[in-house]
């Protein structure tokens, strides 16, 4: 049997829960910041992805411009021009547009080539772009050595 208190009320009565009301008012709240929290976490994930493919995209064209410096003066794929072609990595393709200059027009000569590439997403709306400049000297002399 329950144990009466000074005022008169049993222990079972006293003891009140939470009513219906404000159970749900509670279950409201906690989904909106729930929400809330769901789309940070699809933010974070959106922008992560982009500077993953962003860094990947140096890379790559750090890469192309240290392989293009490495080959002889006189290599075919140092011609003058502008090539494009795609590029796989980890699933993802990129765009890699090289261009290289050896006339005066673009501030080359026939002893100084310069390179340019320039790496970007694929399928996208191609809002950024890595890109790397290099020079390349031709190995002869010039007239300051005479």
Request: charged fraction near 15%; hydrophobic fraction near 40%; aromatic fraction near 8%.
């Amino acid at each position: 049997m329950a144990s009466k208190t000074k005022t008169g009320l049993s222990d079972r009565r006293r003891e009140q829960g939470f009513s219906l009301l404000e159970v749900c008012v509670a279950l409201v709240i906690m989904t909106i910041s729930a929400l809330g929290a769901a789309g940070l976490f699809f933010f974070a994930t959106k922008y992560n992805s982009t500077s993953y493919d962003a860094n990947a995209a140096l890379v790559i064209a750090q890469q192309r411009l240290e392989r293009l410096r490495r080959a002889s003066f006189d290599d075919a794929s140092l011609a003058a021009g502008t090539s494009t072609d795609t590029f796989n990595n980890a699933g993802r393709q990129y765009n890699v547009v090289t261009t290289i200059c050896n006339t005066s027009d673009c501030g080359g000569s026939a002893t100084l080539e310069l390179i340019t590439v320039q790496v970007s997403p694929a399928g996208s709306a191609n809002l950024w772009a890595a890109t790397v400049t290099g020079q390349r000297a031709s190995p002869a002399s010039g007239p300051y050595l005479q």
